[in-house]
């Protein structure tokens, strides 16, 4: 039986070889989140109900903990737009299901979109009254999440567009405002009228307010958005002239001018006697005229003087909003909560500006996506599309996802994602939710929130992924969300051994503006991209100098030194990420092409690319555990979904059911205790068991699981001993 077995593997993995991406075999696969009843795979058991029983997440030791001082740490997901405001009917499900899967917090954004369900009313001229109908149901919402242990994090200010009532010049013409409420008086008291609103609202559900919510683990002031960011993409220039703009756009010559009026009073301040006299002739001003700001395209042969005094403003501008928006959250309403600025997000450029300011608050945040896609407008059918590269993260391992996120980290401060996403239809998503999962434990890091759960109303959910960001309806990435959870909230990849150390003087501050995207994503000579895959790092100032810093060689595998994570990549593209420790292992990437066996799992595999993760649900080392989490995903699609002829975009994203690419071969469960027998039960979406029986058997190696038929994502595996 063995040998026949292996004989068709073997065959079969010759036929895969030279088999295209277009031969996949694909299966129906869906999640039902409305049905949780029997779901043999429940981690709410990792949450403690209610959240905020027992007082606020704080900060200590630059770490979140809990009131009693334990670790916290936030394995969360993002809900946007309408899927903030479920109805009574769907907000106990949702809720439910997000606890089923290990999900401890929900970052709620876009509660003011104005393309979709929001929080301001409807049928007004002004943005500065919340609809009472949609309050009601984030109340519920809330509440239903508390119940579960899910803590919340509330976003101020992330897609408000303002009507002509409210009084803001050039409405029509800012989109979401941003850079604005930098330097803008109306649009800071707005944003604080519309925190005071909220903050202060009392939800009848909870009995609490929103400022003395427990349940209320961070709040977040401004989502992506940054001074110092529009002036090198140069969005402070003063051109637009196009209503409804969108989400980067440049700001209107009305602003502009007002900014260069603030520019000049403040060189007044600034610079004394002949020092601006001096700083006029250099800018080329002159007589009576103002001291004109620089655009990108001056900055390299801008003088070392007038670059570094224009960037010391916009910090400046940005550190004050930030400084008086945290002083009136904790100070005028109450606010009891944690409170985060905004993201570095911004990779091809440097973030250390923005940090300067962002890290004076209680919590830093960063946020990045692999691959995220571009958008252009397609010349023959006039139709919005977008392209991806479409290209495994495992390849490119010093611009991954880990490598990028690390600079944002500083020392002191709590550090969260709150986005992440291999965006669909990346035919590689698999790899990404193990990996960031391993290496911000590995990192020490504080939570991760990937982006997004959905967009929609539940009542609109479907069983397809309708765009590029939802997880709901994704089998794959929801799996491994479950199958992660454990491994991150549990931190069993334990951190680093070395902390890298990184200073900055606020000149190099200042130049890593104008350092070419080339430097990216540290923008710090001498500084190795495989330095965060083997030791972390942080920011230890902003008012020093460090390094020279250790040589880390790039060669594969890339082994952290803790030895529990390594990286294999190289000239053939085959990448794989190996994750051992006594509770959870993995193989990720190309297993197929790199037999790898870990200490207690190996796998023999068809596919070409494919994540194959082991963890144990009850707490124990694999060898002793009982119940054991089989975790086997590839890619995911929708039902006749097509693909352009590079794969890198979508002529057709298809329709229901959603599909995945079955993993199928051989998984050897090795040196585990002695066992009187095995059990691996086959799940469905739900996690509910399959009729289907799994093939077994136990050999000299171990026991070895067929895998791949029935079609599924994940395995409950239990052991007798």
Same mark, same amino acid.
């Given at each position: 039986?063995?040998?026949?077995?292996?004989?068709?593997?073997?065959?079969?993995?010759?036929?895969?070889?030279?088999?295209?991406?277009?031969?996949?075999?694909?299966?129906?696969?869906?999640?039902?989140?409305?049905?949780?009843?029997?779901?043999?795979?429940?981690?709410s058991f990792l949450l403690d109900a209610p959240a905020g029983r027992d007082g606020?997440? #704080?900060?200590?030791?630059?770490?979140?903990? #809990?009131?009693?001082?334990?670790?916290?740490?936030?394995?969360?997901?993002?809900?946007?737009?309408?899927?903030?405001?479920?109805?009574?009917?769907?907000?106990?499900?949702?809720?439910?299901?997000?606890?089923?899967?290990?999900?401890?917090?929900? $970052?709620?954004?876009?509660?003011?979109?104005?393309?979709?369900?929001?929080?301001?009313?409807?049928?007004?001229?002004?943005?500065?009254?919340?609809?009472?109908?949609?309050?009601?149901?984030?109340?519920?919402?809330?509440?239903?999440?508390?119940?579960?242990?899910?803590?919340?994090?509330?976003?101020?200010?992330?897609?408000?567009?303002y009507r002509k009532g409210d009084g803001v010049k050039d409405h029509e013409y800012?989109?979401?405002?941003?850079?604005?409420?930098?330097?803008?008086?109306?649009?800071?008291?707005?944003?604080?009228?519309?925190?005071?609103?909220?903050?202060?609202?009392?939800?009848?559900?909870?009995?609490?307010?929103?400022?003395? &919510?427990?349940?209320?683990?961070?709040?977040?002031?401004?989502? +992506?958005?940054?001074?110092?960011?529009?002036?090198?993409?140069?969005?402070?220039?003063?051109?637009?002239?196009?209503?409804?703009?969108?989400?980067?756009?440049?700001?209107?010559?009305?602003?502009?001018?007002?900014?260069?009026?603030?520019?000049?009073?403040?060189?007044?301040?600034?610079?004394?006697?002949? &020092?601006? +006299? $001096?700083? $006029?002739?250099?800018?080329?001003?002159?007589?009576?005229?103002?001291?004109?700001?620089?655009?990108?395209?001056?900055?390299?042969?801008?003088?070392?003087?007038?670059?570094?005094?224009?960037?010391?403003?916009?910090?400046?501008l940005e550190g004050n909003y930030f400084r008086e928006m945290y002083r009136y959250?904790?100070?005028?309403?109450?606010?009891?909560?944690?409170?985060?600025? *905004?993201?570095?997000?911004?990779?091809?450029?440097?973030?250390?500006?923005?940090?300067?300011?962002?890290?004076?608050?209680?919590?830093?945040?960063?946020?990045?996506?692999?691959?995220?896609?571009?958008?252009?407008?397609?010349?023959?059918?006039?139709? $919005?599309?977008?392209?991806?590269?479409?290209?495994?993260?495992?390849?490119?391992?010093?611009?991954?996802?880990?490598?990028?996120?690390?600079?944002?980290?500083?020392?002191?401060?709590?550090? *969260?994602?709150?986005?992440?996403?291999?965006?669909?239809?990346?035919?590689?998503?698999?790899?990404?939710?193990?990996?960031?999962?391993?290496?911000?434990?590995?990192?020490?890091?504080?939570?991760?929130?990937?982006?997004?759960?959905?967009?929609?109303?539940?009542?609109?959910?479907?069983?397809?992924?309708?765009?590029?960001?939802?997880?709901?309806?994704?089998?794959?990435?929801?799996?491994?969300?479950?199958?992660?959870?454990?491994?991150?909230?549990?931190?069993?990849?334990?951190?680093?051994?070395?902390?890298?150390?990184?200073?900055?003087?606020?000149?190099?501050?200042?130049?890593?503006?104008?350092?070419?995207?080339?430097?990216?994503?540290?923008?710090?000579?001498?500084?190795?991209?495989?330095?965060?895959?083997?030791?972390?790092?942080?920011?230890?100032?902003?008012?020093?100098?460090?390094?020279?810093? +250790?040589?880390?060689?790039?060669?594969?595998?890339?082994?952290?030194?803790?030895? &529990?994570?390594?990286?294999?990549?190289?000239?053939?593209?085959?990448?794989?990420?190996?994750? +051992?420790?006594?509770?959870?292992?993995?193989?990720?990437?190309?297993?197929?092409?790199?037999?790898?066996?870990?200490?207690?799992?190996?796998?023999?595999?068809?596919?070409?690319?494919?994540?194959?993760?082991?963890?144990?649900?009850?707490?124990?080392?694999?060898?002793?555990?009982?119940?054991?989490?089989?975790?086997?995903?590839?890619?995911?699609?929708?039902?006749?979904?097509?693909?352009?002829?590079?794969?890198?975009?979508?002529?057709?994203?298809?329709?229901?059911?959603?599909?995945?690419?079955?993993?199928?071969?051989?998984?050897?469960?090795?040196?585990?205790?002695?066992?009187?027998?095995?059990?691996?039960?086959?799940?469905?979406?739900?996690?509910?068991?399959?009729?289907?029986?799994?093939?077994?058997?136990?050999?000299?190696?171990?026991?070895?699981?067929?895998?791949?038929?029935?079609?599924?994502?994940?395995?409950?595996?239990?052991?007798?001993?």
């Amino acid at each position: 039986m063995e040998k026949r077995i292996y004989g068709g593997i073997l065959l079969l993995l010759l036929v895969a070889g030279i088999a295209s991406a277009q031969d996949v075999r694909m299966e129906p696969f869906t999640i039902d989140w409305r049905d949780g009843s029997g779901s043999l795979v429940d981690l709410s058991f990792l949450l403690d109900a209610p959240a905020g029983r027992d007082g606020f997440v #704080r900060v200590r030791d630059g770490r979140l903990v #809990r009131p009693d001082g334990g670790r916290f740490r936030i394995w969360g997901v993002n809900v946007t737009a309408a899927a903030c405001f479920p109805s009574k009917a769907d907000a106990p499900a949702v809720a439910a299901h997000l606890a089923r899967f290990g999900i401890n917090c929900v $970052r709620f954004h876009f509660l003011d979109s104005n393309w979709s369900r929001s929080l301001f009313a409807r049928g007004r001229d002004d943005t500065r009254e919340l609809d009472a109908a949609s309050l009601d149901r984030l109340d519920y919402f809330i509440a239903e999440l508390k119940k579960r242990g899910i803590y919340s994090n509330i976003n101020l200010n992330v897609g408000r567009v303002y009507r002509k009532g409210d009084g803001v010049k050039d409405h029509e013409y800012i989109g979401f405002g941003k850079a604005l409420n930098y330097f803008d008086e109306r649009i800071m008291m707005l944003h604080k009228e519309y925190a005071q609103q909220l903050l202060t609202h009392k939800n009848p559900y909870t009995g609490s307010e929103y400022r003395s &919510e427990p349940a209320v683990a961070i709040v977040e002031l401004v989502n +992506e958005n940054s001074i110092v960011e529009s002036w090198f993409a140069d969005r402070l220039l003063g051109k637009n002239t196009k209503k409804n703009p969108g989400t980067w756009t440049d700001i209107t010559a009305w602003y502009a001018g007002r900014l260069t009026e603030k520019y000049n009073s403040w060189l007044k301040k600034r610079l004394l006697g002949d &020092e601006l +006299e $001096r700083f $006029r002739e250099t800018a080329g001003a002159g007589p009576g005229e103002p001291v004109p700001r620089l655009t990108a395209k001056e900055f390299g042969r801008a003088h070392e003087k007038r670059f570094h005094t224009e960037a010391a403003f916009y910090m400046e501008l940005e550190g004050n909003y930030f400084r008086e928006m945290y002083r009136y959250l904790k100070e005028d309403i109450g606010v009891r909560a944690l409170v985060a600025g *905004t993201s570095d997000h911004n990779h091809y450029k440097s973030g250390y500006p923005l940090l300067v300011s962002t890290s004076r608050l209680d919590v830093v945040d960063g946020h990045v996506y692999w691959q995220h896609p571009s958008y252009f407008t397609d010349g023959k059918t006039g139709r $919005r599309s977008f392209s991806i590269r479409n290209t495994p993260m495992v390849n490119d391992p010093f611009n991954s996802t880990v490598v990028q996120l690390s600079r944002s980290a500083v020392a002191g401060k709590p550090y *969260t994602v709150s986005e992440t996403n291999h965006p669909f239809p990346s035919e590689y998503a698999c790899e990404g939710i193990g990996i960031l999962a391993a290496y911000s434990s590995f990192h020490d890091w504080d939570g991760i929130f990937f982006y997004t759960f959905e967009h929609k109303d539940p009542g609109g959910w479907v069983k397809k992924m309708p765009g590029h960001f939802d997880i709901c309806p994704d089998p794959v990435r929801m799996t491994n969300l479950a199958a992660c959870a454990v491994m991150f909230l549990r931190a069993d990849v334990r951190a680093a051994v070395e902390t890298v150390a990184r200073s900055y003087t606020i000149k190099q501050i200042y130049e890593s503006i104008r350092m070419p995207s080339s430097e990216r994503p540290y923008f710090t000579p001498g500084f190795s991209p495989a330095l965060p895959l083997v030791h972390t790092t942080r920011i230890a100032s902003f008012s020093g100098e460090s390094g020279p810093y +250790e040589r880390a060689a790039e060669e594969s595998p890339v082994v952290c030194d803790t030895k &529990e994570l390594s990286w294999c990549h190289g000239p053939k593209g085959r990448g794989l990420v190996t994750i +051992e420790t006594e509770r959870s292992q993995a193989l990720i990437g190309f297993v197929r092409d790199n037999q790898r066996s870990l200490e207690n799992v190996s796998a023999e595999v068809e596919n070409e690319f494919c994540s194959v993760i082991l963890t144990s649900l009850d707490g124990r080392a694999i060898s002793a555990s009982g119940r054991l989490l089989l975790a086997a995903t590839a890619r995911s699609a929708n039902t006749g979904m097509k693909w352009n002829d590079k794969r890198t975009s979508l002529v057709d994203w298809g329709s229901e059911p959603s599909l995945i690419e079955p993993v199928r071969g051989l998984v050897t469960l090795r040196n585990l205790e002695p066992a009187k027998n095995i059990d691996v039960v086959a799940l469905n979406g739900t996690g509910k068991p399959l009729e289907e029986p799994v093939d077994l058997q136990k050999g000299l190696g171990g026991w070895r699981i067929r895998i791949g038929e029935p079609p599924t994502t994940w395995y409950l595996i239990r052991v007798e001993r």
